[in-house]
C-alpha cells in the first residue's frame, strides 16, 4: 500500500480533525498516530498540543462514552466498565463519570429489558426462562445484583 507522506502542521491539523469529529482517548489518538511516521518527539508535541487545546479530554470521552453505550445501546455498567478499561482508561476516572447513567433511567433500561428477553423465552419452565434472561442481562453488562432486585420486583 503506497503511503502518502504529509508535513507535521498536515498530521497535526488532521490530528485534530480526529478528535473534534469524535470524543478519543490517548490510547486512540497514538494508535492514530501509528498510521504516520512520526519520530517519537513528534507524537509527544501533537499529544501536548491536543491536550492543551482540549481537544484531547479524558474525563469528556469517559463521560460520552458512558452516555452513549449506556443511552444508546443499553449496556450495563459493567460491560461499559471493562470496554473503557480496555482503552486504557484509569478505574478511578470511570468510577467518578458514571453518575452520566441516571439511576432512574438505569433501573427502567434493566427492567424493559428483562421484560422484553423474558417474553421472548417460548416453551420454556419457569425458572428457564429466569436463568436465560439473567445469562442474557449478564452479557449486556448488568450487575446481578441490580438483576435479581429487578426480579424480585416483579
Not at 492514530?32 to 509527544?44: Q, V, Y
Not at 479524558?58 to 463521560?63: A, I, K, L, M, W
Amino acid at each position: 500500500m503506497e503511503h502518502k507522506s504529509y508535513t507535521f502542521p498536515e498530521i497535526k491539523q488532521k490530528m485534530v480533525n480526529y478528535c473534534v469529529y469524535q470524543d478519543r482517548c490517548h490510547q486512540e489518538v497514538e494508535q492514530k498516530m501509528r498510521d504516520f511516521l512520526l519520530i517519537p518527539e513528534a507524537k509527544e508535541e501533537i499529544l501536548l498540543y491536543l491536550l492543551k487545546e482540549n481537544f484531547l479530554n479524558e474525563e469528556r470521552f469517559t463521560r460520552s462514552y458512558i452516555r452513549g453505550k449506556f443511552y444508546m445501546k443499553s449496556w450495563g455498567r459493567n460491560k461499559i466498565r471493562n470496554h473503557l478499561k480496555f482503552k486504557g482508561i484509569s478505574e478511578k476516572l470511570i468510577n467518578r463519570c458514571f453518575d452520566e447513567i441516571d439511576e432512574q433511567d438505569y433501573d427502567r433500561t434493566l427492567e424493559k429489558i428483562y421484560q422484553n428477553h423474558y417474553l421472548k423465552q417460548k416453551g420454556l419452565k419457569e425458572y428457564q426462562k429466569k436463568s436465560k434472561t439473567i445469562t442474557y442481562l449478564i452479557g449486556r453488562g448488568f450487575e446481578y445484583e441490580e438483576i435479581l432486585r429487578v426480579m424480585e420486583g416483579e
